[in-house]
């Protein structure tokens, strides 16, 4: 009864007129976002951190989180019409995808798509809505102590589940955590890092880190890369799956909605992995193998419910521990911590509203995306012919107008400018930068919780083995990081990334 009652009390938060607004808003950016290759949602919302300042925290968080589900109905269609992921998580679409719209059947890969989205989304906003309760009643037992370790083992899953080197992932890793204590020690009043240059005293901002690192960058890498777009010329054909497809595709969006959601918790890039696994699992399992790769409707089913569904569950770690497990999360740690909300398990208790919110929220952009996403294909398709030369120009006018908003500062701008260079030269030597971001979003509550349990055991480093939680999560985070560096193991792990 707790559920419904809480669910009641999300609802009617979500469906007030300026929320509804938000959401839609979210999400048409979102699935704007996921058509034009090159401008993933972790860059679009840094870009939008700044317009968020002067909306309420509630409304700010469901826009943000609109355009990150969004971004994955989005990327699907680009999958599907131009054999070009929009997304990561919709690579595996186009191998189906694409084959199923150059036979004319474009509209049924769309639509099944759209459906199995809605279907994974529903159940994975239920899930949360079940989970939330029990998980932040645990989350409160917790000490520092096992928080710290909590974190450890997060980050030790994202240098496992990051694409590439183990090495470079956590280099990547220590650096974000270094970034993290730049500027003025809280407790001491010591400048750290700072050289000596005032404007690093407060420390360096999320959203100039994160819109240079990611936003800045990720245009630049783009401008390098010549346009193709294979963008089908057959008729899209009729929208909604016949009884039989239906019947055929249902098992695999229940698979794929299992897969996904499970996956997605996961630290690191779960979300990523489940259409992977998905398609792996239902070509596996297919009577017909041969079928995969030349239009098999199973093939788009799976992997596009399971991307939807480890979109949404990933918010599980955030909402009920305040741990981000991916960037895009990491961003939505910023975005509360710039409205002044503390993330955590208290979140439920102090800010019912905006956690039971969001979450109905989630349900409210699926629908809507199943809405607004079949009838505006057409709509896509010709915002897919825009060139990227004009649209580049106007994202970074547009940005830095925002980095300089929020602190009238023009070294802010400047600061961007050289994240921009960092993060291109991070991308061009073969580094993956989420999990820079993510260390430097946790670098901060680590450091907090590490003084904390120190202070408590008057110094005692035994704390963090003699607690039995805290002594399981470090276990599990060494013997992750020990399974992850053996040969044979990071062998696998690069053939499995390679595929």
Not at 39 to 53: E, Q, S, Y
Not at 232 to 242: D, E, H, N, Q, Y
Not at 296 to 318: K, M
Request: hydrophobic share 55%.
């Amino acid at each position: 009864m707790d559920i419904i009652a809480n669910l009641a009390l999300g609802f009617s938060t979500a469906l007030t007129f300026q929320n509804i607004g938000l959401c839609l808003l979210g999400c048409l950016i979102g699935t704007l976002v996921g058509v034009l290759p090159g401008v993933g949602p972790i860059a679009t919302i840094t870009m939008l951190l700044p317009i968020t300042f002067g909306i309420d925290p509630v409304g700010a968080l469901i826009m943000l989180a609109g355009i990150y589900y969004g971004a994955q109905y989005g990327g699907s269609t680009t999958a599907i019409l131009v054999n070009i992921p929009g997304e990561a998580t919709a690579v595996v679409t186009t191998l189906d995808g694409h084959e199923m719209a150059k036979q004319g059947r474009a509209g049924t890969a769309l639509g099944i798509a759209a459906i199995g989205s809605f279907f994974a989304g529903t159940v994975a906003t239920l899930v949360i809505a079940a989970v939330a309760v029990p998980l932040t009643k645990l989350a409160l037992l917790f000490g520092p102590a096992e928080y710290f370790s909590l974190m450890v083992m997060g980050l030790v899953f994202a240098v496992v589940l990051a694409r590439g080197s183990v090495l470079k992932a956590i280099a990547m890793i220590l650096g974000g955590l270094l970034l993290s204590t730049v500027g003025t020690d809280l407790e001491t009043g010591e400048e750290r890092m700072t050289f000596g240059y005032g404007p690093l005293a407060d420390g360096i901002d999320f959203a100039i880190l994160a819109m240079g690192i990611f936003g800045f960058a990720e245009v630049l890498r783009n401008l390098e890369v010549t346009e193709h777009r294979d963008v089908v010329r057959k008729a899209i054909g009729r929208l909604l799956p016949s009884l039989a497809e239906l019947r055929q595709s249902a098992p695999s969006i229940l698979r794929g909605t299992v897969i996904g959601g499970t996956l997605g918790i996961l630290p690191g890039n779960g979300a990523v992995l489940g259409p992977f696994a998905s398609y792996s699992l239902e070509k596996k399992i297919a009577k017909e193998p041969r079928r995969f790769g030349r239009g098999a409707i199973e093939g788009v089913a799976g992997p596009e419910s399971a991307n939807n569904a480890g979109a949404q569950t990933s918010f599980i770690p955030l909402l009920t521990l305040g741990i981000p497990p991916n960037a895009v999360m990491a961003l939505m740690v910023g975005a509360m911590t710039i409205h002044g909300i503390v993330p955590g398990p208290q979140v439920m208790t102090r800010n019912p509203n905006m956690f039971w919110g969001m979450i109905a929220s989630m349900w409210i952009g699926n629908l809507m995306l199943l809405i607004i996403n079949l009838p505006l294909i057409g709509l896509w398709v010709k915002l897919l012919k825009v060139p990227y030369r004009l649209m580049f120009p106007a994202i970074l006018i547009f940005s830095s107008i925002g980095v300089y908003s929020i602190n009238n500062s023009p070294a802010d701008v400047v600061f961007t400018a050289v994240f921009a260079i960092i993060g291109y030269g991070i991308l061009k030597l073969g580094f993956e930068p989420a999990p820079l971001l993510l260390g430097y979003v946790l670098g901060k509550l680590m450091e907090e919780n590490l003084r904390r349990a120190l202070i408590i055991s008057r110094g005692d480093l035994m704390t963090f083995v003699e607690r039995p939680v805290s002594a399981v999560l470090l276990l599990i985070a060494v013997g992750l990081l020990v399974v992850a560096v053996l040969p044979s193991i990071r062998k696998s792990r690069d053939e499995v990334f390679t595929e």
